[in-house]
């Protein structure tokens, strides 16, 4: 995941600033992914991923904008507004008509949340206090969606702390590399400028 900037990105990637995922090694230009569009109507936005390879292991990525989550064809922003609705405890027909997308997806989605929900909290939590060792504890909520989505706030709140404010959204696309609604959720990555 990178930032939404693309300009920005290209001149980071040429210049060697990102890190291979797998082995830590250089990420350099490799070309494109496909051009695909990410949200509805007005909000729509077209984005076409920079890809990249390893200079070490030679292992390509898709360098996916913090704009999106993986395989999800709307704005993380627009997900989010989603699940946060979900927390409060809006049906997903309810989500469908206020977030303009179709009810199916409000619900696959909401369903593939409350699957993930212990691990995005706990993923959350550990971002917190690795970001911000003198974090307090994170009070309970309401219920089981409620501390998650407190634990994704609280997250965020030591992230801007630590590197300025971002977008809610955003930063828990980037936070769980897109993989917020994913089967499996990844285990918790270090923050940046964290040793091994």
């Known amino acids: 995941m990178v930032e939404a900037d693309t300009a920005r990105v290209e001149q ?24 695909r569009v990410l949200g ?17 292991c030679r292992v390509t990525h898709v360098l996916l904008p913090v704009l999106a989550l993986l395989r999800r064809c709307d704005l993380a922003e627009r997900i989010g507004e989603a699940l946060a609705l979900k ?56 219920g089981p969606l409620a501390d998650v989505l407190e634990a994704v706030v ?5 992230a801007a702390r630590a590197f300025g404010p971002a977008p809610l959204w955003r930063f828990a696309a980037g936070a769980s590399r897109g993989r917020l609604l994913a089967p499996h959720q990844p285990e918790p990555s270090r923050p940046p400028g964290a040793g091994e």
């Open 154 to 158: 609280v997250a965020a709140g030591a």
């Open 40 to 56: 509805r109507g007005g909000e729509a936005v077209r984005v076409r991923p920079q890809r990249s390879r390893c200079a070490t």
């Open 87 to 142: 927390v409060a405890g809006w049906g997903y027909r309810r989500i469908a008509a206020a977030v303009g997308s179709p009810a199916s997806t409000v619900g696959d989605r909401g369903r593939r949340f409350v699957d993930n929900a212990e691990a995005i909290r706990v993923r959350f939590t550990a971002l917190a206090y690795a970001l911000d060792p003198s974090l307090g504890a994170i009070e309970p909520r309401a």
């Open 12 to 35: 980071q990637l040429a210049a060697g600033e990102y890190e291979c995922p797998p082995c830590g090694g250089r990420l350099r230009p490799w070309g494109h992914a496909r051009a």
